[in-house]
């Protein structure tokens, strides 16, 4: 039709295929036994209640100043909702923050680095191809 704008979900929704969206949906689901979508959002100090929906959509990215708000909540890891975050399209500031502080690390994949070290005695161990194959192997890779 003449005059008529066609917008694409890329467009309307520019984060949906997100992990941070992705991951919101999924953990907001799993939370729902025991919260709903509009506690966890008052939670996260979100003065209007539909800016949740709009993260999980992928209509908004999602402030990093929001972050620690959002992972309480959530009941998540900061550090990885912080990462997960920055892959909305924050590239330069996750640049800046890579270059000064280097590889954001959750607490789990702390967890993992510790073991390796324990398991290995501590010994700086190279990621060979069979080590490599056997870590895949452990997530069905």
């Given at each position: ?36 979508q509009s506690q966890i959002s008052s939670e996260a100090g979100f003065a209007q209640h539909n800016m ?90």
């Amino acid at each position: 039709m003449k005059g008529t704008i066609v917008m694409s979900k890329a467009t309307t929704r520019p984060y949906s295929d997100t992990r941070l969206a992705k991951f919101l949906e999924k953990r907001i689901l799993e939370l729902k036994p025991r919260k709903t979508q509009s506690q966890i959002s008052s939670e996260a100090g979100f003065a209007q209640h539909n800016m949740l929906s709009n993260l999980k959509s992928g209509l908004n990215r999602l402030p990093l100043d929001r972050v620690p708000a959002l992972a309480e909540a959530l009941e998540a890891d900061p550090a990885y909702v912080f990462r997960l975050a920055l892959q909305q399209g924050w590239e330069t500031t996750e640049l800046a923050i890579s270059k000064i502080f280097g590889t954001i690390v959750s607490e789990n994949e702390t967890a993992w680095l510790e073991e390796i070290r324990d398991a290995s005695g501590h010994t700086d161990p190279s990621l060979t191809m069979r080590s490599r194959a056997a870590l895949r192997a452990i997530f069905g890779k």
